[in-house]
Nanobody, 124 residues
Framework: QVQVAESGGGLVQPGGSLRLSCTAS????????VAWFRQAPGKEREFVAR????????YYLKTVEGRFTIPRDNAKNTAYLQMNNLKLEHTGVYYC?????????????????WGQGTQVTVSS
C-alpha cells in the first residue's frame, strides 16, 4: 500500500505562481509514474501532467504546456507541480496519483493510489 499526500494549495492571484507537492511512501519511488489531475467546480476530473520514472519524460495537458512543470526529487519521494502564470480557469482541487509501474497514459482508472487533494483557487 502506498500512501500519497499532497500539499501546497491555496489562494493566488491571476498571473501568480504556486507549487504543489506530492509525497508518496515506498522504497521504489524513482520507479513510480506520478500524475496530477484537476477537478474544477462542476466538472469532471481531468489529467494535467505526468512524470514517468524515465528522467525527463514528462507529458502535459496541452492547455498547460509551457506554464506547468512536474519536477520530481526521488531522494525525497516527492514530485511537484510548478504552476506559473495562473489563470482563473486553473481553479480546482488538484490530486496526485501514483502508479507503481511504468505507464504512459492519462486514464485515471490506471492509477492505483491517490492523495486527498489540495484546493487551488485563482482569484483577484
Amino acid at each position: 500500500q502506498v500512501q500519497v499526500a499532497e500539499s501546497g494549495g491555496g489562494l493566488v492571484q491571476p498571473g501568480g505562481s504556486l507549487r504543489l507537492s506530492c509525497t508518496a511512501s515506498g522504497r521504489a519511488f524513482s520507479r513510480y509514474t506520478v500524475a496530477w489531475f484537476r477537478q474544477a467546480p462542476g466538472k469532471e476530473r481531468e489529467f494535467v501532467a505526468r512524470s514517468r520514472w524515465t528522467e525527463g519524460d514528462h507529458y502535459y495537458l496541452k492547455t498547460v504546456e509551457g506554464r506547468f512543470t512536474i519536477p520530481r526529487d526521488n531522494a525525497k519521494n516527492t514530485a511537484y507541480l510548478q504552476m506559473n502564470n495562473l489563470k482563473l480557469e486553473h481553479t480546482g482541487v488538484y490530486y496526485c496519483a501514483v502508479r507503481t509501474s511504468d505507464y504512459q497514459g492519462d486514464d485515471d482508472q490506471n492509477y492505483d493510489y491517490w492523495g486527498q487533494g489540495t484546493q487551488v483557487t485563482v482569484s483577484s
